[in-house]
C-alpha cells in the first residue's frame, strides 16, 4: 500500500475531523457522530491535481442549522490539508430523530432527563447573579463587558439574561440570531467567544409579559435545564432591577450562585442597592462584591467631576457586609466612560473594543479578580470550616 492509497487517506481525513469542532456545540464532530462518511477517489481531482476527491458526509443535528456555512468550511479546510487530498466535497445531511435523541442524551451526561448542571453538587462553575436596586446603574453594561473580559482571558463563559422585560445583552454582545434548538434542547449562540441567551428570546414578539412569579419561575427553570452550555468555567446572569421575583427564583434555582451589586456613587441608588443585595439573605446565596459604575468624569484638565455624588459604592459593600456577617468588598469604581456606552451600542464591549480606556481598564480588573476567586461555597454542605 503507497501512503496515499484510499484506505490511509481516509483514515487520515477522520483523524483530520477530530479537530472540527461543532460551533454550537464546541466538541469534536466526530465525537457528537455528525460524520456519517469519508470516501476518496483515488485519482486526479477535476482541474487536473494530482491527488484523492474526497467526499465528507456531514450530519447537521437540524436542517436550518445557521452554522451550516462554517461547518462547510472547517470541514474542507480540515480534509484538504490532508496529505493527497486535491478536492474535498461536503455532503449535508440532517440527523434522524434517533440520532438527535442519542446526542441530547449523550451531552446531558447520559440522564435523559434535562437538570440544573450549575446547581448539581459537583458543578464547578462560578456563578454570578448581577444585581441593582435601581434601573439604568449599568448591570447589563458590566455583565456584557465582564463575559468578554473573561473569555478573552481563556475562560468558558455563559451569559443568560434574566431580565424578561427589558432584555438588553443580546444587542450589546452583537447576537442576532436565536439559539438553535434540537428537539427540546437549545444551542446557544456565541459572541466574542461567551455562549448568550436571552430568557426574553421565548417570549412571543409584541406581546406585552404579563408572567408571574410562579409562571417566571418555571420559565426560568426549564429554561435553565433546557440550554446546552457545555463545561463553563463562569455563568453570568442579567437580573433587572430590584429585587424581584426573579432574583428570588434565581437564588433558589441556582442556590450556588453569589450576587454582584451594581450601584452608582448617588445614595439614593446605593439604598436600595443595599436592598437588592440583602435578597441574598432570604435565599442562603453569597454577595461576592460590590461594583460602582459612573463614578466620576474624568475633566479635560484631568480633574474628577463626581456628577453622581460620592460614595455609594463604598456604603454598600459595608453596610451588606454587616448585614452578612462576611467581607463584601468593593471590587471597582468604572468612570463615565464615552467608550462603554459606544461598546454597548456597536455589540462590542468596551473590554474588547477600546480596551485601555478609562473603564475598560477597571471592568477587566474586576473580571480577573473575579475569575480568580475561589468558588463560592453558599449553599454547599461542607464538612469542613473554611479558613
Ligand atoms: N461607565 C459608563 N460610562 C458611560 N455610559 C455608561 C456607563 N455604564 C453604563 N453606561 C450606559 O448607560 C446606559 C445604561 O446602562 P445599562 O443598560 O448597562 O444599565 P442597566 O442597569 O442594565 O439598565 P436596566 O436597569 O435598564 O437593565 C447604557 O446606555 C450604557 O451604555
Ligand atoms: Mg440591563
Known amino acids: 500500500?503507497?501512503?496515499?492509497?484510499?484506505?490511509?487517506?481516509?483514515?487520515?481525513?477522520?483523524?483530520?475531523?477530530?479537530?472540527?469542532?461543532?460551533?454550537?456545540?464546541?466538541?469534536?464532530?466526530?465525537?457528537?457522530d455528525m460524520v456519517r462518511s469519508v470516501t476518496a477517489d483515488d485519482g486526479a481531482a477535476d482541474d487536473g491535481a494530482p491527488g484523492a476527491h474526497v467526499t465528507v458526509g456531514?450530519?447537521?443535528?437540524?436542517?436550518?442549522?445557521?452554522?451550516?456555512?462554517?461547518l462547510v468550511r472547517d470541514v474542507t479546510a480540515a480534509a484538504s490539508a490532508v496529505d493527497g487530498v486535491a478536492a474535498v466535497d461536503v455532503d449535508l445531511g440532517v440527523m434522524t430523530p434517533d440520532q438527535r435523541a442519542a446526542l441530547r442524551s449523550r451531552l446531558r451526561g447520559g440522564t435523559g432527563?434535562?437538570?440544573?448542571?450549575?446547581?448539581q453538587p459537583g458543578s464547578?462553575?462560578?456563578?454570578?447573579?448581577?444585581?441593582?436596586?435601581?434601573?439604568?446603574?449599568?448591570?447589563?453594561?458590566?455583565?456584557?463587558?465582564?463575559?468578554?473580559?473573561?473569555?478573552?482571558?481563556?475562560?468558558?463563559?455563559?451569559?443568560?439574561?434574566a431580565d424578561i422585560y427589558g432584555f438588553s445583552i443580546?444587542?450589546?454582545?452583537?447576537?442576532?440570531?436565536?439559539?438553535?434548538?434540537?428537539?427540546?434542547?437549545?444551542?446557544?449562540?456565541?459572541?466574542?467567544?461567551v455562549k448568550v441567551v436571552s430568557i426574553g428570546m421565548f417570549v412571543p414578539e409584541g406581546q406585552p409579559?404579563?408572567?408571574?412569579?410562579?409562571m417566571l419561575h418555571r420559565a426560568?427553570?426549564?429554561?435553565?435545564?433546557?440550554?446546552y452550555w457545555g463545561d463553563l468555567d463562569v455563568l453570568l446572569l442579567d437580573l433587572p432591577p430590584g429585587t424581584g421575583d426573579i432574583a428570588i427564583s434565581v437564588g433558589q434555582l441556582l442556590p450556588r450562585s453569589e450576587v454582584l451589586v451594581v450601584t452608582t456613587p448617588q445614595a439614593a441608588a446605593a439604598e436600595v442597592a443595599e436592598r437588592a443585595g440583602s435578597v441574598a439573605t432570604q435565599t442562603s446565596q453569597g454577595v461576592v462584591g460590590v461594583v460602582e459604575n459612573m463614578s466620576w468624569l474624568t475633566q479635560p484638565d484631568g480633574s474628577r467631576l463626581h456628577l453622581f455624588g460620592e460614595?455609594?459604592?463604598?456604603?454598600?459593600?459595608?453596610?451588606?457586609?454587616?448585614?452578612?456577617?462576611?467581607?463584601?468588598?468593593?471590587?471597582?469604581?468604572?468612570?463615565?466612560?464615552?467608550?462603554?456606552?459606544?461598546?454597548?451600542?456597536?455589540?462590542?464591549?468596551?473590554?474588547l473594543s477600546d480596551p485601555d480606556s478609562p473603564g475598560a481598564v477597571v471592568l477587566r480588573e474586576v473580571a480577573r479578580e473575579l475569575a480568580a476567586r475561589k468558588r463560592g461555597l453558599a449553599g454547599m454542605q461542607l464538612g469542613v470550616t473554611p479558613a
Open 124 to 161: 464547578l462553575t462560578k456563578v454570578y447573579a448581577v444585581a441593582s436596586g435601581k434601573g439604568g446603574v449599568g448591570k447589563s453594561s458590566v455583565t456584557a463587558n465582564l463575559a468578554v473580559a473573561m473569555a478573552a482571558d481563556g475562560l468558558r463563559v455563559g451569559v443568560i439574561d
Open 220 to 227: 426560568l427553570e426549564q429554561f435553565l435545564a433546557d440550554v
Open 209 to 214: 409579559v404579563v408572567w408571574r412569579g410562579p
Open 170 to 193: 443580546p444587542r450589546m454582545l452583537g447576537v442576532d440570531r436565536q439559539p438553535t434548538r434540537v428537539d427540546n434542547m437549545l444551542l446557544p449562540p456565541i459572541a466574542h467567544g
Open 1 to 32: 500500500m503507497t501512503a496515499t492509497s484510499p484506505t490511509t487517506i481516509e483514515t487520515r481525513v477522520r483523524e483530520a475531523l477530530t479537530r472540527v469542532l461543532d460551533p454550537e456545540i464546541r466538541r469534536p464532530i466526530t465525537e457528537l
Open 311 to 351: 460614595g455609594g459604592g463604598e456604603r454598600v459593600s459595608a453596610r451588606l457586609g454587616e448585614l452578612l456577617g462576611t467581607d463584601v468588598p468593593l471590587l471597582g469604581q468604572i468612570p463615565l466612560d464615552v467608550a462603554v456606552r459606544e461598546g454597548g451600542d456597536a455589540g462590542t464591549p468596551v473590554a
Open 58 to 70: 456531514v450530519d447537521l443535528t437540524v436542517a436550518g442549522c445557521p452554522m451550516k456555512s462554517t
Open 113 to 119: 432527563d434535562p437538570v440544573i448542571p450549575f446547581a
